[in-house]
Structures are given as C-alpha cells and as structure tokens.
C-alpha cells in the first residue's frame, strides 16, 4: 500500500508475551506512517488482557503479563512506561 501512497492500518500488533509490544511495534509504524489499532484499552468487556487461547481455556485470574488491555478498570496504567511510551510516540507528552 505504500507503493501506491494509499493509507495503512496495522490492527494486530499487540500480544505481549509474545514479544509484541507498543516500545517494538510503534516506532516501526510511525516510520513508515501506519496507524495503529488496538483491540483492548480497559480491562472488562472484551477481556483482552487474556492470550488468544482464553477462548477455549478457562482463566481464573489476572494472568501475570496481560496481552492488549493499557489501562486497569479504576483509569489507572497496567504498565506506566508503556503509557509514558505512547504519549512520546504520539507527540502528547511534549504538548502538555
């Protein structure tokens, strides 16, 4: 899509026991202009905090390295450098 100077969108990028993280995937996209789509935000509704397999395997509690999800449900960071991470790439850290 780049060839041809069209829009790119990347919406699977984050599982973070996998190595897939916001400090490994966004610098790569902000260079090559991709927007980013992230399935989780809050821990709840969708229960992204959970691996691929949480379809077919049952789990019981918060499991130690969350795949998606930025933020707990009270509003506050699973992991704060990754939020620090992110205002950086996006330019709101420097504008406030």
């Keep these: 899509m780049k060839r041809y100077n069209k ?3 990347c919406t699977e990028y984050m599982a973070r026991p996998n190595g897939s993280t916001f400090q490994s995937s966004l610098p790569v996209a902000k ?15 969708s229960q992204t905090i959970y691996p691929w397999d949480s379809w077919t395997k049952k789990y019981t509690s918060e499991p130690p390295l969350w795949f998606h999800d930025i933020f707990r449900k009270d509003g506050t960071p699973y992991k704060q450098e990754e939020v620090d991470f992110i205002k950086t ?5 420097n504008s406030q």
């Design 89 to 93: 790439m996006t330019g709101v850290a």
């Design 31 to 45: 260079e090559n202009k991709v927007a980013m789509i992230n399935w989780g935000f809050v821990d709840g509704k």
């Design 7 to 9: 829009p790119m969108f």
